[in-house]
């Protein structure tokens, strides 16, 4: 009977022993591995991208989907929470004046449509539309809702020109900091034609919005970019290039400008000399008024914008600048801009050196990377656990083509404006693609794609 205990009481040490060799540090969890959590969740590879978190101080994997995020905690694999991926945050606000002094004027479109009687045409669905996909890259991209990244109104009005403190100048669209919209002009029919249907127009004043939110005065008040010789041209410049991402075109102003001579620009990055423009340091200009100055010499930091972009990729350069605004100061100078974006790059894990070439290319400091360049720096804002990270150099934030199902024929279709498209679509002018076409919110560049083809 003694023996039989004494066996009892071996195999039960045993069994302890083994449980704490098998157990984990003390201070560590044990965590389910990352196809554990796909399963749970009913999704493939494919389908899904994972990441480990820290969820209520819960080691978790976070299982994205194109719809739907879910929460798998790392242990008990329960999913503990979830919620949709789809951003319906758009907040804009679309309204009409022919007094460009009354804005905003009279609302014309909002989320849930054309506002009841009132005249709404093609001009203010240009501008209600093309600011959509915009401020939907913005999210898409950076995970910022609105120029402000709480959600605010996106006020636009068409049909009122600028003030030019004499007359309305329909010439012309303008973002006003003090007023917090944009405003567009209609043209006159033979330099511009309504510059609302321009897409690179609307994301050109949204990227001043941009801008303006982002570099901030001491007291958290927007401060952007000082309106005048170099701030003022990498103001412009900012603009443009937001412009140039959100549309995969190097070309500003292509459907509004000189509506009589096809295939002409205002702008072209890749090239500014072509339209007069300097492309290089040593060309800058230092006569004319201000707005003419920066205007002007957009041109040099466009060319090292397309440059760097060609070093590497778009969506690379585009998130070195976009980041980088978090540590501008508001009288940044090239050269100030250019020690702000190696660090900014450095952050990110790019190429610091193809970032400084570019800007060498251009007349702004020695190829060689420089250090010390630039003002003391802060850390780059990062999100939270229970954020999207901040995409890396190798990752790609657009919605890739496997997020997207393809499209058939019939639905690249001809349209208007978005109340012919489908719930969740938008009517669009994809590149190479003589008329605007059905497109859905996400995955919108994909599918312009493949619509192209379609349409040869």
Known sequence: ???????????????????????????????????????????????????????????????????????????????????????????????????????????????????????????????????????????????????????????????????????????????????????????????????????????????????????KWPDGSPRGLDYHDEPGALNESYADFFAAWSNDTWLIGEKCYTPQTPGDALRDMADPTRYGQPDHYSKYVNTGTQSYRVHMNSGIMNKCAYLMSQAVGVDAAIRIWYYALFNMPGDATFAVARGVMEQTARELGIDVNAVGAAFAAVGIGAPAETPTAGPTLTATPKPTATQTPKPTATQTPKPTATQTPKPTVGLCQKCTNSTECPPGWWCKQCPGIPHKICVPMIGHSTWCLYCKDKWR
């Open 1 to 215: 009977m003694k023996l039989c205990a004494l066996r009892i009481l071996c195999i039960i040490a045993l069994s302890l022993c083994m449980l704490l060799y098998n157990a984990p540090p003390v201070g560590q969890q044990r965590v389910l591995g990352p196809e554990h959590a796909r399963a749970i969740v009913g999704v493939s590879a494919d389908e899904s991208t994972v990441r480990l978190v820290s969820y209520e101080a819960q080691l978790s994997w976070r299982v994205e989907t194109i719809d739907t995020v879910y929460i798998v905690d790392g242990t008990t694999g329960n999913i503990v929470n979830e919620w949709p991926n789809i951003w319906d945050g758009l907040n804009r606000r679309t309204y009409a004046t022919s007094n460009c002094r009354a804005l905003p004027g009279q609302l014309w479109i909002t989320e849930e449509g054309p506002v009841p009687g009132m005249p709404v045409d093609d001009v203010a669905w240009g501008a209600h539309d093309n600011a959509a996909f915009f401020f939907a890259d913005l999210w898409f991209t950076f995970k910022r809702d609105s120029f402000d990244g709480k959600g605010g109104p996106i006020v636009q009005t068409v049909h009122s020109g600028v003030n030019t403190g004499f007359t309305c100048d329909h010439n012309n669209a303008a973002y006003f900091p003090y007023l917090q919209q944009i405003a567009y002009g209609d043209g006159d029919g033979i330099r511009f034609s309504p510059l609302a249907l321009d897409p690179t127009v609307v994301c050109h004043e949204a990227g001043h919005w941009i801008v303006h939110t982002t570099i």
